[in-house]
T-cell receptor, first 117, second 117 residues
């Protein structure tokens, strides 16, 4: 158990719909990352938050948005869903910025598997 | 250009043997971190080992060791005494610091390891 909690674990929805994926980081972790893993592909970085603020952005579509709340949990909103958005969405957390450097490993949640029909 | 290259899409190893999974990386950042993650068929991402760019010694974690050759920009994962439970997808990843608290983890395409009897 990594300590990172993601809900829901599975989600099936239709094209054009909107969904929200939720992530609770490990206790004490300040950084949250979102990744997308499509079928048989590696992980694509979407976005990073540190202590409530967006810090780094990857290949995140305009239809997608995210935020990190004061209690450090994060949500990834996916709207106007398309078939190609079907994927495993991972949230990861890390302790964050300490003495000039992020301290190390990222811990991943179990992922939210999104199926768009 | 690929930041992380894993040239072995698939590997077979016999139980109890050692296996090396290759990873090369490309960065001009003097400070970076290298990771290996395991993804079994169940889908979760399991952190295995971390190597910081300034670490003098190769990282080891139980049966996992990281053969870090900085000049060659390689960070190969060595699994000793393979077990059937090691059958999984293995991802190499690199974290580069962008600015201050901003960082992102870039993943390779993965190597699927199959351990045989």
């Amino acid at each position: 158990d990594s300590g990172v909690t993601q809900t829901p674990k599975h989600l099936i929805t239709a094209t054009g719909q909107r969904v929200t994926l939720r992530c609770s980081p490990r206790s004490g972790d300040l950084s949250v990352y979102w990744y997308q893993q499509s079928l048989d592909q590696g992980l694509q970085f979407l976005i990073q938050y540190y202590n409530g603020e967006e810090r780094a952005k990857g290949n995140i579509l305009e239809r997608f948005s995210a935020q990190q709340f004061p209690d450090l949990h994060s949500e990834l909103n996916l709207s106007s869903l398309e078939l190609g958005d079907s994927a495993l969405y991972f949230c990861a957390s890390s302790r964050g910025y300490v003495q000039g450097w992020d301290t190390g490993e990222l811990f991943f949640g179990e992922g939210s598997r999104l199926t768009v029909l | 250009a690929q930041k992380i290259t894993q040239t072995q899409p698939g590997m077979f190893v016999q139980e109890k043997e050692a296996v090396t999974l290759d990873c090369t990386y490309d960065t001009s950042d003097p400070s970076y971190g290298l990771f290996w993650y395991k993804q079994p068929s169940s889908g979760e991402m399991i952190f295995l080992i971390y190597q910081g760019s300034y670490d003098q010694q190769n990282a080891t974690e139980g049966r996992y060791s990281l053969n870090f050759q900085k000049a060659r920009k390689s960070a190969n994962l060595v699994i000793s005494a393979s077990q059937l439970g090691d059958s999984a997808m293995y991802f190499c990843a690199m974290r580069e610091s962008i600015t201050g608290t901003a960082s992102k983890l870039t993943f390779g395409t993965g190597t699927r390891l199959q351990v045989t009897l």
